[in-house]
T-cell receptor
Framework: DADVTQTPRNRITKTGKRIMLECSQT?????MYWYRQDPGLGLRLIYY???????NKGEISDGYSVSRQAQAKFSLSLESAIPNQTALYFC??????????????FGPGTRLTVL | SQQGEEDPQALSIQEGENATMNCSYK?????LQWYRQNSGRGLVHLIL?????REKHSGRLRVTLDTSKKSSSLLITASRAADTASYFC????????????FGQGTTLQVKP
């Protein structure tokens, strides 16, 4: 079984709809991240969390919110989706305490299309 | 804003040849990492080099870091068709927070 899973894997929605993307991990890591990837722009950090009581904005947090429901779960919400939020979304985890400092482990991604 | 800029943006080589990708960054770093992404999939960590290291090897991968020039290179030797992927550098500039800033990536095509 994959260590970092994301649901759904693909989603098509309409402008104005609320969308939630979910991420679960079995690695036991404290740190979790949400990124979006657009063609030619690499990955950009949306939000990150160092434990269940810690949430931090990343580079491009406007239009997004997150919830860290447990150590293993980190959800990303688009309150009112707009077309320029069409992108590939990745969840990642890390835990420097487990040896490989700062190495991040990525989920398979969610492809979101906003019409 | 992007920390890393990668060069070239795209690279096409024949199987068996070496592939070199470069990454430049703007601010001081604690470490620099390289990741690989197969088309449409999640990134996979390849190698991490710390700011006090100059060169590191892992199998067919060789990474160099020049902090005076704020640049790194990734060399893949004896490339294989399975190496076809996008390669990203990522820098940790913020202490032990795990927060990485990714470059735009180099797309490598290895022709059989």
């Amino acid at each position: 079984d994959a260590d970092v899973t994301q649901t759904p894997r693909n989603r098509i929605t309409k402008t104005g709809k609320r969308i939630m993307l979910e991420c679960s991990q079995t690695k036991g890591h404290d740190r979790m991240y949400w990124y979006r990837q657009d063609p030619g722009l690499g990955l950009r950090l949306i939000y990150y969390s160092f434990d269940v009581k810690d949430i931090n904005k990343g580079e491009i947090s406007d239009g997004y919110s997150v919830s860290r429901q447990a150590q293993a779960k980190f959800s990303l919400s688009l309150e009112s989706a707009i077309p320029n939020q069409t992108a590939l979304y990745f969840c990642a985890t890390s835990d420097p305490a487990q040896g490989a400092a700062d190495t991040q482990y990525f989920g398979p991604g969610t492809r979101l299309t906003v019409l | 804003s992007q920390q890393g800029e990668e060069d070239p943006q795209a690279l096409s080589i024949q199987e068996g040849e070496n592939a070199t990708m470069n990454c430049s960054y703007k601010t001081s770093i604690n470490n620099l990492q390289w990741y690989r992404q197969n088309s449409g999939r999640g990134l996979v960590h390849l190698i991490l080099i710390r700011s006090n290291e100059r060169e590191k090897h892992s199998g067919r991968l060789r990474v160099t870091l020049d902090t005076s020039k704020k640049s790194s290179s990734l060399l893949i030797t004896a490339s294989r068709a399975a190496d076809t992927a996008s390669y990203f550098c990522a820098t940790d500039s913020s202490g032990n927070t795990g927060k990485l800033i990714f470059g735009q990536g180099t797309t490598l095509q290895v022709k059989p």
